[in-house]
């Protein structure tokens, strides 16, 4: 079956710099979609993008799609304290959503 | 806002108990999840709805879960009996029409069996 991967599983900032966590999927997906989880909550959806080579920006964050549309990634300009969480990359194999393990981001003031 | 609510949001539980968990998806929302997730790890995907049908249950451990939807509306997810390895956090998550719309997912209900 599909596996969703995410690279690295935690990151120590501090406020100010830069984040990124990449998503890579062993089988070419039809979309893939963001969510950010806050620590004691439920994931958030943020974005999704679905055309090969897609960048979309939101504020700060930039999410990038790529060629192959088997890999993603999710890039963090001067990070917040609002930025703490797990982001999780998700994408559907044969109608089944596979999410991703996480990237969890830690950011110190 | 519309909400997905899902109850209780708490539940202790025996081994060898029988538990079941609730979910209101967003009104008009027609594909309804549930995911089991597991501390520091992502959302796993345990059955999927399309109105009333199941779409995929194929991660769904059938020999003690179940779950239904039997007007295509709200769904309940069922486990006996339960085991300990089932502490998790359970999540429903509802979406306009499959995989292209994004999921709002409940507060969900965190289990701990003993």
């Known amino acids: 079956g599909q596996q969703v991967m995410q690279i690295p599983q935690y990151q120590h900032v501090q406020e100010g710099e830069d984040f990124t966590t990449y998503c890579n999927s062993s089988t070419t997906l039809s979309n893939i979609q963001w969510y950010k989880q806050r620590p004691g909550g439920h994931p958030v959806f943020l974005i999704q993008?679905?055309?090969?080579?897609e960048v979309k920006k939101q504020k700060r964050l930039t999410f990038q799609f790529g060629e192959a549309k088997k890999n993603s990634s999710l890039h963090i300009t001067a990070t917040q304290t609002t930025d703490v969480g797990t982001y999780f990359c998700a994408g559907p194999d044969f109608n089944k959503f596979y999410f991703g393990s996480g990237t969890k981001l830690n950011v110190k003031p | 806002e519309a909400e997905v609510a899902q109850s209780p949001r708490y539940k202790i539980t025996e081994k060898s108990q029988a538990v079941a968990f609730w979910c209101d998806p967003i009104s008009g929302h027609a594909t309804l999840y549930w995911y089991r997730q597991i501390l520091g790890q992502g959302p796993e995907l345990l059955v999927q709805?399309?109105?009333?049908?199941?779409?995929?249950d194929s991660q769904l451990p059938k020999d003690r879960f179940s779950a239904e939807r039997l007007k295509g509306v709200d769904s309940t997810l069922k486990i006996q009996p339960a085991e300990l390895g089932d502490s998790a956090m359970y999540l429903c998550a509802s979406s306009l029409q499959g995989e292209y719309y994004e999921q709002y997912f409940g507060p969900g209900t965190r289990l701990t069996v003993t």
């Open positions: 709805f399309q109105d009333e049908s199941v779409v995929d």
């Open positions: 993008l679905v055309k090969s080579g």
